[in-house]
Protein backbone atom coordinates (compact mmCIF):
# COMPACT_ATOMS: atom_id res chain seq x y z
CA UNK A 1 0.00 0.00 0.00
CA UNK A 2 1.41 3.42 -0.31
CA UNK A 3 1.79 6.18 1.23
CA UNK A 4 -1.40 7.87 -0.35
CA UNK A 5 -3.52 4.88 0.62
CA UNK A 6 -2.38 4.82 3.80
CA UNK A 7 -3.38 8.75 3.92
CA UNK A 8 -6.49 8.39 2.20
CA UNK A 9 -7.47 5.77 4.52
CA UNK A 10 -6.35 7.10 7.94
CA UNK A 11 -6.74 11.03 7.49
CA UNK A 12 -10.29 11.71 8.55
CA UNK A 13 -10.30 9.37 11.70
CA UNK A 14 -7.06 10.50 12.57
CA UNK A 15 -8.48 14.44 12.56
CA UNK A 16 -11.72 13.44 14.36
CA UNK A 17 -9.42 11.81 16.81
CA UNK A 18 -7.48 15.11 17.43
CA UNK A 19 -10.43 17.05 16.96
CA UNK A 20 -12.05 15.80 20.17
CA UNK A 21 -9.01 15.38 21.89
CA UNK A 22 -7.91 19.07 21.45
CA UNK A 23 -11.58 20.36 20.86
CA UNK A 24 -9.50 23.25 18.39
CA UNK A 25 -10.02 22.17 14.55
CA UNK A 26 -6.69 24.05 12.92
CA UNK A 27 -4.29 22.63 15.79
CA UNK A 28 -5.66 18.96 14.60
CA UNK A 29 -5.22 19.24 11.25
CA UNK A 30 -1.54 20.91 12.13
CA UNK A 31 -1.20 17.16 14.27
CA UNK A 32 -2.09 15.45 11.61
CA UNK A 33 0.04 16.44 9.53
CA UNK A 34 2.75 16.36 11.42
CA UNK A 35 1.76 12.59 12.05
CA UNK A 36 2.11 11.99 8.61
CA UNK A 37 5.04 14.28 7.60
CA UNK A 38 6.85 11.21 10.75
CA UNK A 39 5.11 8.24 9.59
CA UNK A 40 7.34 9.08 6.16
CA UNK A 41 10.88 9.29 7.83
CA UNK A 42 9.68 5.99 9.68
CA UNK A 43 9.69 2.75 9.16
CA UNK A 44 6.32 1.27 10.03
CA UNK A 45 4.76 -1.97 8.39
CA UNK A 46 1.85 -1.27 6.32
CA UNK A 47 -0.54 -3.54 9.48
CA UNK A 48 0.73 -1.20 12.25
CA UNK A 49 0.30 2.34 10.47
CA UNK A 50 -2.91 3.29 11.71
CA UNK A 51 -2.05 2.83 16.05
CA UNK A 52 1.35 4.01 14.80
CA UNK A 53 -0.02 7.16 13.63
CA UNK A 54 -2.41 7.55 16.46
CA UNK A 55 0.38 7.15 19.20
CA UNK A 56 2.82 10.04 17.87
CA UNK A 57 -0.29 12.47 16.93
CA UNK A 58 -1.02 11.80 20.86
CA UNK A 59 2.49 12.26 21.56
CA UNK A 60 2.39 15.33 19.26
CA UNK A 61 -0.82 16.78 21.66
CA UNK A 62 1.24 16.51 25.09
CA UNK A 63 4.41 18.27 23.53
CA UNK A 64 2.15 21.08 22.20
CA UNK A 65 0.75 21.03 25.42
CA UNK A 66 3.79 21.64 27.04
CA UNK A 67 5.02 23.97 24.48
CA UNK A 68 1.70 26.42 24.71
CA UNK A 69 2.05 26.10 28.41
CA UNK A 70 5.22 27.82 28.90
CA UNK A 71 4.99 30.31 26.25
CA UNK A 72 1.64 31.26 28.24
CA UNK A 73 4.01 31.25 31.45
CA UNK A 74 6.49 33.39 29.77
CA UNK A 75 4.14 35.79 28.37
CA UNK A 76 2.52 36.45 31.68
CA UNK A 77 5.75 36.40 33.59
CA UNK A 78 7.11 39.24 30.39
CA UNK A 79 3.99 41.13 30.62
CA UNK A 80 3.16 41.38 34.09
CA UNK A 81 -0.49 40.15 34.21
CA UNK A 82 -2.51 36.88 33.54
CA UNK A 83 -3.64 35.77 30.35
CA UNK A 84 -7.08 36.90 28.74
CA UNK A 85 -9.52 34.09 29.22
CA UNK A 86 -12.13 33.09 27.56
CA UNK A 87 -15.52 35.61 27.22
CA UNK A 88 -18.79 34.59 28.34
CA UNK A 89 -19.54 35.64 24.49
CA UNK A 90 -17.37 33.30 23.62
CA UNK A 91 -18.48 30.34 25.89
CA UNK A 92 -21.61 30.95 24.99
CA UNK A 93 -21.33 30.18 21.20
CA UNK A 94 -20.20 26.79 22.39
CA UNK A 95 -23.25 24.11 22.33
CA UNK A 96 -24.70 22.30 25.47
CA UNK A 97 -23.62 19.47 24.20
CA UNK A 98 -20.31 19.60 23.06
CA UNK A 99 -19.36 21.55 26.81
CA UNK A 100 -21.14 18.45 28.15
CA UNK A 101 -19.16 16.12 26.19
CA UNK A 102 -16.08 17.74 26.90
CA UNK A 103 -16.50 17.51 30.50
CA UNK A 104 -17.07 14.31 30.92
CA UNK A 105 -13.77 13.83 28.55
CA UNK A 106 -11.91 15.81 30.83
CA UNK A 107 -12.78 13.68 33.98
CA UNK A 108 -11.59 10.51 32.85
CA UNK A 109 -7.46 10.07 33.13
CA UNK A 110 -5.28 10.57 30.11
CA UNK A 111 -5.15 6.71 28.99
CA UNK A 112 -9.20 6.36 29.42
CA UNK A 113 -9.69 9.24 27.07
CA UNK A 114 -7.42 8.00 24.22
CA UNK A 115 -9.02 4.39 24.72
CA UNK A 116 -12.51 5.56 24.50
CA UNK A 117 -11.67 8.43 21.19
CA UNK A 118 -10.02 4.93 19.60
CA UNK A 119 -13.04 2.73 19.94
CA UNK A 120 -15.06 5.86 19.03
CA UNK A 121 -13.00 5.56 15.53
CA UNK A 122 -13.59 1.56 15.48
CA UNK A 123 -10.07 0.70 16.44
CA UNK A 124 -9.67 -2.95 17.23
CA UNK A 125 -8.78 -3.71 20.95
CA UNK A 126 -5.13 -5.07 19.31
CA UNK A 127 -4.86 -2.14 17.99
CA UNK A 128 -5.49 0.45 21.19
CA UNK A 129 -3.56 -2.15 23.11
CA UNK A 130 -0.90 -1.41 20.76
CA UNK A 131 -1.07 2.57 21.00
CA UNK A 132 -1.44 3.20 24.57
CA UNK A 133 0.86 0.34 25.54
CA UNK A 134 -1.45 -2.48 27.23
CA UNK A 135 -1.98 -5.96 27.25
CA UNK A 136 -4.91 -6.91 24.57
CA UNK A 137 -6.87 -9.27 26.89
CA UNK A 138 -6.90 -5.85 29.55
CA UNK A 139 -8.39 -3.39 26.74
CA UNK A 140 -12.04 -4.57 27.08
CA UNK A 141 -11.96 -4.32 30.75
CA UNK A 142 -10.54 -0.94 30.77
CA UNK A 143 -12.92 0.50 27.88
CA UNK A 144 -15.81 -0.87 30.26
CA UNK A 145 -14.22 0.74 33.11
CA UNK A 146 -13.29 4.21 31.39
CA UNK A 147 -17.34 4.13 29.43
CA UNK A 148 -18.77 4.14 32.82
CA UNK A 149 -16.76 6.67 33.93
CA UNK A 150 -17.74 8.76 31.52
CA UNK A 151 -21.43 8.14 32.00
CA UNK A 152 -21.06 9.00 35.44
CA UNK A 153 -19.57 12.42 34.56
CA UNK A 154 -21.63 13.09 31.62
CA UNK A 155 -24.85 12.77 33.49
CA UNK A 156 -23.76 14.82 36.89
CA UNK A 157 -23.00 17.01 34.13
CA UNK A 158 -26.86 17.16 33.61
Known amino acids: MSFHEIYERHHAAL ?3 LHRYTGDADLAE ?5 AFVRLLDADVPESEA ?23 RLAVEAAGFAAPRETPEERLQRAAAVNRV ?3 LDALDD ?4 M ?5 EGFAYREIAQAVDVAAGSV ?18 A
Not at 30 to 34: G, K, T
Request: charged share 40%.
Open 15 to 17: FRY
Open 30 to 34: DLVHE
Open 50 to 72: RPWLFKVATNLVRDDARRASRHA
Open 102 to 104: RAA
Open 111 to 114: RERR
Open 116 to 120: LLMRE
Open 140 to 157: GTLLARALQKFRRAYEEG
